[in-house]
């Protein structure tokens, strides 16, 4: 199956931008996906690219994904302390299963 | 927006208790499922369903039991509960691809 790892810790400056890593093993993986998680809340997704992109930008948010390496990231541009969250990306593969990594959290200092 | 719920959101329960986890979902999507939250972050899938009647167990094996007789109704049951169930417990809905609804979440703890 697919294996999608992140970093597990992120702290930044409020203003500043932070950048979520992650790599993924599924070349078949069709869309990749971030979700959201704030304490004691369900995911909520965020965005996502579909595989034959290399970037997408919505808003304060820049995604952009490298196939050749399997290297997907999350920038959020001017942290604000409400981006505090856990990030967590994910791949949609031809098994129809989406498959998520381990989370990264995010910690915006003021 | 979307409509999805949990009940009950926190839940502490002896050892041997039978306990139902129930989710609902307004949207009408066919897909249906169920993950244990580790503290540690991480997201397992113990059940999904396709559809009306339609259960398989997922990644992470579970003592847990699903059943979907209605498309808007998901819910998981564990019959004896025990301490290694204590866990955080998400339901999701999806109509497409990749695009999850999570509900809030069921934190349960069993003493």
């Known amino acids: 199956g697919e294996d999608v790892e992140q970093s597990l810790f992120l702290s930044v400056r409020e203003g500043d931008s932070s950048v979520i890593n992650c790599t993924y093993t599924d070349s078949s993986s069709t869309y990749l996906y971030w979700y959201k998680q704030e304490p004691g809340a369900g995911l909520q997704l965020l965005t996502y690219i579909f595989s034959n992109m290399d970037m997408k930008q919505d808003q304060r948010l820049t995604v952009l994904l490298n196939k050749k390496d399997k290297h997907l990231s999350l920038r959020i541009a001017d942290t604000q302390t409400g981006d505090s969250a856990i990030y967590f990306c994910a791949g949609y593969n031809a098994g129809n299963m989406l498959t998520f990594g381990g989370g990264t959290r995010l910690m915006v200092k003021p | 927006e979307a409509d999805i719920y949990q009940t009950p959101r926190y839940l502490v329960i002896g050892t041997g208790k039978k306990i139902t986890l129930e989710c609902s979902q307004t949207m009408g999507h066919d897909k249906m499922y169920w993950y244990q939250q580790d503290p540690g972050m991480e997201l397992h899938l113990i059940h999904y369903s396709y559809g009306v009647n339609s259960t398989e167990k997922g990644d992470l094996s579970s003592e847990s039991t699903v059943s979907r007789i209605r498309t808007e109704h998901f819910p998981l049951t564990l019959e004896s509960a025990r301490p290694s169930h204590t866990s955080q417990y998400l339901c999701?809905?999806?109509?497409?691809?990749?695009?999850?609804?999570f509900g809030p979440g069921t934190r349960l703890t069993v003493t």
């Open positions: 999701a809905s999806s109509a497409r691809l990749g695009e999850q609804y």
